[in-house]
């Protein structure tokens, strides 16, 4: 069973800077990976799939980069509504069963 | 615009079942694998089950296999959960998504959840 680690659990920045966020998967997964928002009261949304495809609608200052077990999503320049809980998510090959990270929380 | 509402939570007993409803729109329903996700109070995702567009295969992990049971009526364009022999660690927000495609690798859309409450 893959396991994900997402560190840090806590990233206290200011709007304006730079969020690096990691996740490590425990065994290669290609570039099978995808990261979600969740802000505070409200369901998860889709950032970016295959582990660097921005999902629609995402504005361009969230990237995603990495393959194998290490991967980073980035937003360039935090604005206020990106303070939020961030989750990584891989789903296996066979049987098709999804991992998700346990989250980093970006806090002003 | 792709629309999922989920109905059907609520308070019920330890031991109890309940049946989660999720009715989409927006999309063409029997072309998309649909899963179930849920969240604890202040905790973290946890996927639940998937199924394929056709509905001819299931996905559980191993934790889940056994009580719960997820199924899909194309005609309706409605995912169902049903949720048996429940604990009081299966309270939870119950989330349904779509897939990106036949078998999904990401959740590319979700609902706003269904809250259940497992308590005496």
């Known amino acids: 069973e893959i396991v994900l680690t997402q560190s840090p659990a806590t990233l206290s920045l200011s709007p304006g800077e730079r969020a690096t966020l990691s996740c490590r998967a425990s065994q290669n997964i290609y570039s099978s990976l995808a990261w979600y928002q969740q802000r505070r009261g409200q369901a998860p949304r889709l950032l970016i799939y295959?582990?660097?495809h921005t999902a629609t609608g995402i504005p361009a200052r969230f990237s995603g980069s990495g393959s194998g077990t290490d991967f980073t999503l980035t937003i360039s320049s935090l604005e206020p509504e990106d303070f939020a809980v961030y989750y990584c998510?891989?789903?296996?090959?066979?049987?098709?069963?999804?991992?998700f990270g346990q989250g980093t929380k970006v806090e002003v | 615009e792709v629309q999922l509402l989920e109905s059907g939570g609520g308070l019920v007993q330890p031991g109890g079942s309940l049946r989660l409803s999720c009715t989409a729109s927006g999309f063409t329903f029997s072309s998309y694998a649909m899963t179930w996700v849920r969240q604890a109070p202040g905790q973290g995702l946890e996927w639940v089950s998937g199924i394929t567009g056709s509905g001819g295969n299931t996905y559980y992990p191993d934790s889940m296999r056994g009580r719960f049971v997820i199924s899909r009526d194309n005609s309706k364009n409605t995912l169902y959960l049903e949720l048996n022999s429940l604990r009081v660690d299966d309270t939870a927000m119950y989330y349904c998504a779509k897939g990106d495609s036949g078998i999904a690798t990401s959740a590319t859309h979700w609902g706003h959840g269904t809250l259940v409450t497992v308590s005496s």
């Open positions: 998510q891989h789903r296996s090959s066979w049987p098709p069963t999804w991992t």
């Open positions: 295959d582990a660097s």
